[in-house]
């Protein structure tokens, strides 16, 4: 018996599947913010959703309350819930899968969410996460992009990663992806340590710009680059305040700066793609814009 609970089977446009989850996977709540801000941007509807009863230790992670018309109480699961959305203009549709990332059974889950993705005839998979790192706020964000297969390394200048030690459901999820014949890139991004406790727009936007190159979709982030704008110049008021952070802070930006001088800039994008990502976007806006 699977765990996917349909509600709609919608006919989607070469789909391309995008994933967060909530927990260590999270850091800064950036992956999950980014996620929600790509979902708010269109018209989605809720066409499944994954039983959390057999993958989710309730004792960590705890149902929620809620009282809705007429005083009754409802118990909210922490589920998985897949949503859809048509994007006019795009290389595709949008299917967007958010949760808390599991606590048991991953390579089941996994299954369960690839199983979906057949069934909404997806065609790639890409998974976003955060974690912390010693990088200081002032600084471009930090993005790393496995692919699953030479040629989506070659298309988006991704580069492999040497990283051996602890992964989340999205690392597991990625391998289950390229296992299945199932394309997949994971996007990660780098949190301040020092500024983990806060919500990270700037990291989310960065995820949020990763996620076009690799979608072939155009997300209008204006309100989240303003929002990132505006945490950078909290972050570095706090900062500045605290003799010393600021010192501290200082010494990341020279280790930064320094390894920036030293690497040549590689994988810049043509003349041709700018073209097309700039032909994409019009597309997108369409001819009213």
């Known amino acids: ?8 089977r919608p006919v989607l446009q ?6 967060a989850f909530h927990g260590w996977n999270d850091a800064g709540d950036a992956a999950s913010a980014a996620l929600e801000f790509i979902r708010a941007q269109y018209d989605t509807v809720e066409v499944a959703t994954i ?3 057999d993958f989710v230790d309730f004792t960590s992670v705890r149902p929620q309350v809620k009282v ?7 118990i909210l699961w922490p589920d998985s819930t897949f949503s859809a959305a048509e994007v006019p203009g795009a290389d595709g549709d949008l299917v967007i899968l958010q949760g808390v990332e599991p606590c048991l059974r ?4 996994t299954d369960t969410v690839i199983e979906a993705a057949r069934a909404l005839d997806v065609r ?14 002032t600084r471009p964000v930090s993005v790393t992009g496995i692919a699953s297969d030479p040629a989506l390394v070659d298309r988006l200048g991704y580069e492999g990663t040497s990283y051996e030690g602890p992964t989340g459901i999205t690392g597991v999820l990625h391998h289950a992806c ?10 990660w991004a780098s949190v301040p340590h020092y500024v983990a406790a806060a919500p990270n727009p700037k990291v989310a936007l960065a995820l949020v710009r990763g996620f076009e190159g690799a979608a ?13 704008e505006d945490y950078e110049r909290q972050v570095s008021a706090a900062v500045a305040s605290d003799p010393e952070v600021k010192a501290f802070v200082e010494r990341l930006e020279s280790a930064v700066d320094e390894v920036s001088d030293e690497r040549p800039p590689e994988n810049l994008p043509s003349a041709d793609m700018i073209a097309s990502d700039f032909q994409r976007f019009l597309r997108q806006r369409g001819p009213g814009a």
């Open 51 to 53: 039983d959390p009863e």
């Open 1 to 8: 018996m699977s765990e996917l609970i349909w509600s709609k």
């Open 106 to 109: 991953w390579r089941r889950y």
């Open 68 to 74: 809705v018309q007429g005083g009754t109480r409802e």
């Open 216 to 228: 072939g979709v155009v997300v209008d982030a204006g309100e989240l680059e303003s929002a990132a």
């Open 124 to 137: 790639m998979v890409v998974t976003l996460g955060a974690l912390l790192n010693d990088v200081p706020h």
């Open 178 to 187: 390229a296992a299945a014949g199932l394309p997949s890139v994971s996007l």
């Open 14 to 19: 070469s789909p391309v599947l995008v994933a």
